[in-house]
Nanobody, 116 residues
Framework: VQLVESGGGLVQAGGSLRLSCAAS????????MGWYRQAPGKQRELVAA????????NYADSVKGRFTISRDNSKNTMYLQMNSLKPEDTAVYYC??????????WGQGTQVTVSS
Protein backbone atom coordinates (compact mmCIF):
# COMPACT_ATOMS: atom_id res chain seq x y z
CA VAL A 1 0.00 0.00 0.00
CA GLN A 2 1.37 3.38 -0.98
CA LEU A 3 0.30 6.26 1.22
CA VAL A 4 0.34 10.04 0.82
CA GLU A 5 -0.44 12.36 3.71
CA SER A 6 -1.75 15.90 3.30
CA GLY A 7 -3.58 18.64 5.13
CA GLY A 8 -0.99 19.81 7.60
CA GLY A 9 -0.11 23.42 8.23
CA LEU A 10 0.40 26.18 10.75
CA VAL A 11 -2.48 26.88 13.10
CA GLN A 12 -2.95 28.75 16.35
CA ALA A 13 -3.66 26.92 19.56
CA GLY A 14 -7.33 26.05 19.76
CA GLY A 15 -7.63 25.75 16.01
CA SER A 16 -8.46 22.78 13.82
CA LEU A 17 -6.97 20.86 10.93
CA ARG A 18 -8.11 17.88 8.91
CA LEU A 19 -5.46 15.49 7.66
CA SER A 20 -6.00 13.13 4.76
CA CYS A 21 -4.24 9.91 3.83
CA ALA A 22 -4.66 8.75 0.26
CA ALA A 23 -3.88 5.09 -0.32
CA SER A 24 -3.25 3.25 -3.53
CA UNK A 25 -4.00 -0.42 -3.97
CA UNK A 26 -6.86 -2.61 -2.84
CA UNK A 27 -5.03 -3.74 0.31
CA UNK A 28 -6.10 -0.54 2.11
CA UNK A 29 -9.60 -1.80 2.66
CA UNK A 30 -8.48 -4.93 4.47
CA UNK A 31 -6.01 -3.28 6.82
CA UNK A 32 -6.37 -1.66 10.18
CA MET A 33 -4.81 1.78 9.80
CA GLY A 34 -3.28 4.33 12.09
CA TRP A 35 -2.18 7.92 12.32
CA TYR A 36 1.21 8.40 13.91
CA ARG A 37 3.25 11.45 14.76
CA GLN A 38 6.84 12.31 15.49
CA ALA A 39 7.88 15.47 17.24
CA PRO A 40 11.47 16.75 17.09
CA GLY A 41 13.73 14.71 19.33
CA LYS A 42 11.00 12.21 20.16
CA GLN A 43 10.06 8.75 18.97
CA ARG A 44 7.20 8.18 16.60
CA GLU A 45 3.99 7.51 18.49
CA LEU A 46 0.55 6.19 17.64
CA VAL A 47 -2.13 8.87 17.69
CA ALA A 48 -5.19 6.92 16.59
CA ALA A 49 -6.13 3.65 14.93
CA UNK A 50 -9.15 2.33 13.08
CA UNK A 51 -10.26 -1.17 12.09
CA UNK A 52 -10.76 -2.09 8.41
CA UNK A 53 -14.52 -1.50 8.51
CA UNK A 54 -14.21 1.73 10.48
CA UNK A 55 -16.46 0.61 13.32
CA UNK A 56 -13.86 0.63 16.08
CA UNK A 57 -11.31 3.30 16.86
CA ASN A 58 -8.67 3.87 19.49
CA TYR A 59 -6.87 7.01 20.57
CA ALA A 60 -3.83 8.01 22.53
CA ASP A 61 -4.84 9.52 25.85
CA SER A 62 -3.29 12.83 24.84
CA VAL A 63 -5.74 13.31 21.95
CA LYS A 64 -8.93 11.68 23.24
CA GLY A 65 -11.91 13.97 22.87
CA ARG A 66 -10.05 16.26 20.46
CA PHE A 67 -9.11 14.08 17.47
CA THR A 68 -11.34 11.87 15.35
CA ILE A 69 -10.09 9.20 12.97
CA SER A 70 -12.25 8.01 10.11
CA ARG A 71 -11.93 6.27 6.76
CA ASP A 72 -13.77 6.05 3.47
CA ASN A 73 -12.91 2.72 1.91
CA SER A 74 -14.74 3.64 -1.30
CA LYS A 75 -12.19 6.43 -1.75
CA ASN A 76 -9.20 4.60 -0.28
CA THR A 77 -8.78 7.53 2.07
CA MET A 78 -8.36 7.96 5.80
CA TYR A 79 -8.81 11.17 7.76
CA LEU A 80 -7.81 12.71 11.05
CA GLN A 81 -9.93 15.59 12.26
CA MET A 82 -7.96 17.53 14.84
CA ASN A 83 -9.74 20.06 17.02
CA SER A 84 -8.63 22.14 20.00
CA LEU A 85 -5.04 21.84 18.87
CA LYS A 86 -2.28 22.43 21.38
CA PRO A 87 1.38 23.39 20.87
CA GLU A 88 2.33 19.90 22.04
CA ASP A 89 0.51 18.49 19.01
CA THR A 90 3.25 19.95 16.81
CA ALA A 91 4.83 17.08 14.88
CA VAL A 92 5.09 15.41 11.52
CA TYR A 93 2.01 13.22 11.09
CA TYR A 94 2.13 9.95 9.19
CA CYS A 95 -0.43 7.38 8.20
CA UNK A 96 0.30 3.71 7.88
CA UNK A 97 -1.02 0.28 8.64
CA UNK A 98 -1.67 -0.66 12.25
CA UNK A 99 0.27 -1.96 14.03
CA UNK A 100 3.32 -0.04 12.83
CA UNK A 101 5.46 -3.18 13.01
CA UNK A 102 3.62 -4.35 9.87
CA UNK A 103 4.60 -1.25 7.89
CA UNK A 104 6.92 -1.75 4.93
CA UNK A 105 7.94 1.88 4.63
CA TRP A 106 6.95 5.37 5.64
CA GLY A 107 5.93 8.32 3.53
CA GLN A 108 6.98 11.95 3.87
CA GLY A 109 4.28 12.78 6.36
CA THR A 110 2.61 16.16 6.76
CA GLN A 111 3.86 18.84 9.14
CA VAL A 112 1.50 20.20 11.76
CA THR A 113 2.66 23.24 13.68
CA VAL A 114 0.57 24.72 16.47
CA SER A 115 1.58 28.13 17.72
CA SER A 116 0.81 29.31 21.23
Amino acid sequence: VQLVESGGGLVQAGGSLRLSCAASGSAFRGNAMGWYRQAPGKQRELVAAIVPGGGTTNYADSVKGRFTISRDNSKNTMYLQMNSLKPEDTAVYYCNVFPASWADSWGQGTQVTVSS
